[in-house]
């Protein structure tokens, strides 16, 4: 009985860290929103966890004149090929099928991960490697929710660096952008598909001003990062 109990606590933790639709529909006209990624979807960093695509949901809001619906699956400490086995949830997937907009924010576990967790004694060549992995389960993902909605406008939402503060800071930085060319190369790759850089959002500004903990933004942090994604929107037209 008590394994079964615990069973049932972490099922139900998974949940409520997966997926939650944050608005009623009260407008005819509503905006089905897909955000989809990691704890920086979930939020984390951020006491009311609204995040970057909470704050997003409300420009959106504002600048097209009609409901926003938010259905958000931020799945923590999540890698690209983990999320591929989530998104074939059928919920999930008739979620994707009904969006508008859907965005993917994913790579920083894997490239974490790939760097066996320790950023400050990378190895390069394996990074490389790792970042060819990378490109074969981001390309299956994409694909995936390419197959489930043709048509809604795709955001991938580039990693941004928070290594500033390590002493092989320019090492990094090197490297996590040729991870973020995969992300930018499924632009071409996949139609309707947009690229969001934020390699550069955090950069030249006071950490302890931005963060909450080493990786994750604090309100101020993903206040600048629905800013850099609003405003890729708008160089698109995309809230039109």
């Given amino acids: ?37 990691d704890s920086l979807t979930y939020g984390s960093g951020d006491p009311e966890r609204i995040g970057y695509i909470g704050r997003v949901q409300t420009r959106m809001s504002n600048e097209i004149g009609s409901q926003v619906i938010l259905n958000r699956y931020g799945i923590r400490g999540y890698r690209t090929d983990q999320i591929m086995v989530h998104i074939q949830n059928i919920e999930t997937k008739q979620k994707i099928s009904q969006a508008n907009y859907i965005f993917l924010f994913i790579g920083t576990n894997d490239f974490i991960q790939a760097a066996r967790r320790d950023m400050n004694a990378v190895n390069p060549t394996e990074m490389e490697e790792k970042r060819g992995i990378f490109q074969e389960n981001l390309s299956e993902l994409v694909g995936q929710i390419r197959k489930d909605n043709q048509f809604a406008p795709l955001l991938l939402i580039g990693m941004y660096d928070p290594y500033t503060d390590l002493v092989n800071h320019d090492q990094l930085h090197k490297i996590l952008n040729n991870w973020n060319q995969v992300t930018e190369g499924m632009v071409a790759e996949f139609p309707n598909t947009y690229y969001v850089s934020t390699i550069d959002l ?39």
């Fill in 1 to 37: 009985m008590r394994i079964l109990f615990i069973i049932l606590m972490i099922f139900g933790i998974n949940v409520l860290d997966d997926h939650f639709a944050e608005s009623e529909i009260n407008d005819a006209d509503a905006v089905q929103v897909v955000a989809i990624g």
């Fill in 202 to 240: 955090y950069l030249k500004k006071e950490k302890q001003r931005y963060f909450k903990d080493i990786i994750h933004p604090n309100p101020a942090g993903y206040d600048l990062l629905s800013d850099r994604v609003i405003n890729e929107m708008k160089k698109n037209a995309l809230l039109n």
